[in-house]
């Protein structure tokens, strides 16, 4: 099985994630299996790419435990598609094998979805989708704007910050404000609109599927672009997936992004897009961006899916991460401190956290990477915030019911 190690993330990406930058101080980081602090290295010193090696307690790594992930059946799908390499790369249309795009569109019809498999892009995994999506919108527009319904993936903020475009934050408590989104509308430019509507990084909530139609009535009024980012979808506790915003979609203002890494293919960095109106632009960015998508990984990706050999494997994962979420969500809530809230996800496999107002959250993250233990301090999931933010996000798919470890947070916690 594949371990966290095996990947390649973006570094401005990872950094974030696992660094704490501290003012007129330099970056420290936590080596694995020390247990104490690593002397303050100067940022020019320092690869954030280590980080990927034998993480001590990774529950802060916004990452799928891949040892959940059952690949054997993708693993021969993959070695078969060796044996027709040399013939297939004589055919690598830019937009995707046709036979994977059929698939994914198939996938989407068993969930009452109705795509175009002739719209769909395949892309370099997710957040080149994301990143073709941002570039598409803001194109040509002088001074783009981006609403981000908060709290939000902090590689995508990432991203939007790299590329240089300007946020605004619409809150999501408990979910997304349509009415402060309208009034948002009404006074400001905003070039598109950013939300993971289904089971939302950190928090795992879902949008109501009446709450979506009602976003699409307010994007078609105001000719809205929806930037939609449905990575979690699949990762679902109810006996059926929820719908994205794309089933709601008449009019083409939704660029549906997604992937298969937290499903069924970590590492094989494929994912697709519908872009809607967009397509013409997301072909040529695509064009310039990688050109096309790694050949052996569509093959293989497409021969399970004509199987339907992923969907007994992914109902084990999801109900193997709702068994661990729960019992991380139970034990954080008998060893943290009183005034301690964790949302109760609805899927995926983070839990948000907010902890008591009296936490000096910077204190306790320090202390937790002395001991090899992370977790994401909450600030990373807004564009705008800092150490006055009191939550926190935690990775439950690496939860193996260390109670000790999270009663030693808890005692830290008290004591900060």
């Given at each position: 099985?594949?371990?966290?190690?095996?990947?390649?993330?973006?570094?401005?990406?990872?950094?974030?994630?696992?660094v704490?930058?501290?003012?007129?101080?330099?970056?420290?980081?936590?080596?694995?299996?020390?247990?104490?602090?690593v002397?303050?290295?100067?940022?020019?010193e320092?690869?954030?790419?280590?980080?990927?090696?034998?993480?001590a307690?990774?529950?802060?790594?916004?990452?799928?435990?891949?040892?959940?992930?059952?690949?054997?059946?993708?693993?021969?799908?993959?070695?078969?598609?060796?044996?027709?390499?040399?013939q297939?790369?004589?055919?690598?249309?830019?937009?995707?094998?046709?036979?994977?795009?059929?698939?994914?569109?198939?996938?989407?019809h068993?969930?009452?979805?109705?795509?175009?498999?002739?719209?769909?892009?395949?892309?370099?995994?997710?957040?080149?989708a994301?990143?073709l999506?941002?570039?598409?919108?803001?194109?040509?527009?002088?001074?783009?704007c981006?609403?981000?319904?908060?709290?939000a993936?902090?590689?995508?903020?990432?991203?939007?910050?790299q590329?240089?475009?300007?946020?605004?934050?619409?809150?999501?408590?408990?979910y997304?404000?349509?009415?402060a989104?309208?009034?948002?509308?009404?006074?400001?430019a905003?070039?598109?609109?950013?939300?993971?509507?289904?089971?939302?990084?950190?928090?795992?909530?879902?949008?109501?599927?009446?709450?979506?139609?009602?976003?699409?009535?307010?994007?078609?009024?105001?000719q809205?672009?929806?930037?939609?980012?449905?990575?979690?979808?699949?990762?679902?506790?109810?006996g059926?997936?929820?719908?994205p915003?794309?089933?709601?979609?008449?009019?083409?203002?939704?660029?549906?992004?997604?992937?298969?890494s937290?499903?069924?293919?970590?590492?094989y960095?494929v994912?697709?897009?519908?872009?809607g109106?967009?397509?013409?632009?997301?072909?040529?960015?695509?064009?310039?961006?990688s050109?096309?998508?790694?050949?052996?990984s569509?093959?293989?990706?497409?021969?399970?899916?004509?199987?339907?050999?992923?969907?007994?494997?992914?109902?084990?994962?999801?109900?193997?991460?709702?068994?661990?979420?729960?019992?991380?969500?139970?034990?954080?809530?008998?060893?943290?401190?009183?005034?301690?809230?964790?949302?109760i996800?609805?899927?995926?496999?983070?839990?948000?956290?907010?902890?008591?107002?009296?936490?000096?959250?910077?204190?306790?993250?320090?202390?937790?990477?002395a001991?090899?233990?992370?977790?994401?301090?909450?600030?990373?999931?807004?564009?705008?915030?800092?150490?006055?933010c009191?939550?926190?996000?935690?990775?439950?798919?690496?939860y193996?019911?260390?109670?000790?470890?999270?009663g030693g947070?808890g005692?830290?916690?008290?004591?900060?």
């Open positions: 099985m594949a371990g966290i190690d095996d990947y390649y993330y973006p570094v401005d990406f990872l950094w974030p994630a696992y704490e930058a501290e003012p007129r101080a330099a970056f420290r980081v936590i080596v694995a299996g020390q247990g104490k602090k002397d303050a290295l100067a940022a020019g320092f690869d954030p790419l280590c980080l990927l090696e034998n993480v307690a990774p529950w802060g790594s916004p990452f799928i435990n891949a040892e959940l992930l059952d690949t054997r059946a993708l693993n021969r799908e993959l070695m078969r598609a060796m044996a027709s390499y040399p297939a790369l004589n055919h690598q249309p830019m937009l995707g094998l046709d036979q994977l795009r059929r698939q994914i569109a198939r996938m989407y068993s969930d009452g979805v109705h795509l175009h498999w002739e719209n769909l892009i395949v892309t370099c995994g997710g957040m080149e994301l990143s999506a941002i570039q598409a919108v803001v194109q040509g527009i002088s001074k783009p981006l609403a981000v319904v908060t709290p993936f902090p590689g995508v903020l990432s991203l939007i910050r590329l240089g475009i300007n946020v605004v934050e619409v809150a999501s408590e408990p997304l404000d349509l009415p989104l309208g009034a948002l509308l009404q006074e400001q905003i070039t598109a609109l950013l939300v993971m509507p289904n089971f939302q990084h950190p928090s795992g909530r879902c949008m109501p599927e009446a709450d979506k139609q009602a976003l699409l009535d307010l994007a078609y009024q105001h809205l672009a929806i930037i939609e980012d449905d990575t979690y979808r699949a990762l679902h506790f109810s059926q997936a929820p719908l915003l794309k089933a709601y979609d008449r009019l083409g203002l939704v660029l549906h992004c997604c992937s298969f937290k499903t069924i293919a970590p590492g960095r994912g697709w897009i519908e872009p109106r967009w397509s013409d632009r997301i072909r040529a960015l695509k064009f310039c961006s050109l096309s998508s790694p050949l052996p569509q093959l293989a990706l497409a021969a399970l899916l004509a199987g339907d050999l992923h969907t007994r494997s992914i109902t084990k994962l999801c109900a193997e991460l709702q068994k661990r979420t729960d019992a991380m969500r139970s034990d954080i809530l008998a060893c943290f401190p009183a005034g301690t809230h964790v949302e996800p609805a899927g995926g496999y983070l839990l948000w956290i907010t902890l008591p107002q009296a936490i000096d959250l910077s204190t306790l993250l320090k202390k937790a990477l001991q090899g233990i992370h977790f994401a301090p909450g600030w990373l999931c807004y564009p705008q915030s800092g150490p006055m009191k939550q926190i996000r935690l990775n439950a798919s690496f193996l019911g260390q109670r000790e470890e999270l947070e005692i830290k916690l008290s004591q900060t």
